[in-house]
């Protein structure tokens, strides 16, 4: 199953709301995954199961969609939410993820 | 809380055997999958496989044939062998948990396939 995630970046400023698109290219039900990368650092699971959001991750994120298309929410972007942003489903092996969305500063 | 670290050689030579081992702590392996991820430079993440405690396995169908995982519950730890190696394969390597979603991660570990 392919991922394909849009934009592949984008630049915003701190407050700013921002979303991110994840589109699957076969149906997934609510098996998508969302992790946030740092340079040089590993991802952090951010949700799961498509809109639980894991824990000690800030409610300023958010998830939604079911099937083939998935959304990714920063309601009020900080400093430290500045970062590469990827999905990945668990529907049928293999597992893949997308190819990431860059959050950079305007 | 659980965490994973990973070691290993660095540098790989090419059509040689690279192996990686992640050891937990915090926490026992038994009862969980345990997952191999790889990234190459500048790129996406790639899911090499997942092991179960008891050594149940299942392999990316692009890496099956050159792939292998074990676990030692004595020393909590599991590993990653992956033959004939090539600069393709290249990248940071993380053992993380889980074989749907994934979490958590260990920090990675560079190897590098050259002569």
């Known amino acids: 199953i392919q991922l394909t995630q849009s934009p592949s970046s984008l630049s915003a400023s701190v407050g700013d709301s921002v979303t991110i698109t994840c589109r699957a290219s076969?149906?997934?039900?609510?098996?998508l995954a969302w992790y946030q990368q740092k340079a040089g650092k590993a991802p952090k699971l951010l949700i799961y199961a498509a809109v639980t959001l894991q824990s000690g991750v800030p409610s300023r994120f958010s998830g939604s969609g079911s099937d083939t298309d998935f959304t990714l929410t920063i309601s009020s972007l900080q400093p430290e939410d500045f970062a590469t942003y990827c999905c990945q489903q668990f529907n049928s092996f293999p597992l893949t993820f997308g190819g990431g969305t860059m959050v950079q500063i305007k | 809380h659980v965490q994973l670290q990973e070691s290993g050689p660095g540098l790989v030579k090419p059509s040689e055997t690279l192996s990686l081992t992640c050891t937990v702590s915090g926490g026992s392996i038994s009862d969980y999958f345990w997952s191999w991820i790889r990234q190459p430079p500048g790129k996406g993440l790639e899911w090499i496989g997942y092991?179960?405690?008891?050594?149940?396995?299942k392999y990316n169908p692009s890496l099956k044939s050159r792939v292998s995982m074990s676990t030692d519950t004595s020393k909590n730890q599991f590993s990653l062998n992956l033959i004939s190696v090539t600069a393709a394969d290249t990248a940071v390597y993380f053992c993380?948990?889980?074989?749907?979603?994934?979490?958590?991660w260990g920090p990675g570990t560079l190897v590098t396939v050259s002569s």
């Open positions: 076969q149906g997934i039900s609510s098996q």
């Open positions: 092991i179960y405690y008891r050594g149940d396995t």
């Open positions: 993380v948990r889980g074989s749907g979603w994934f979490d958590p």
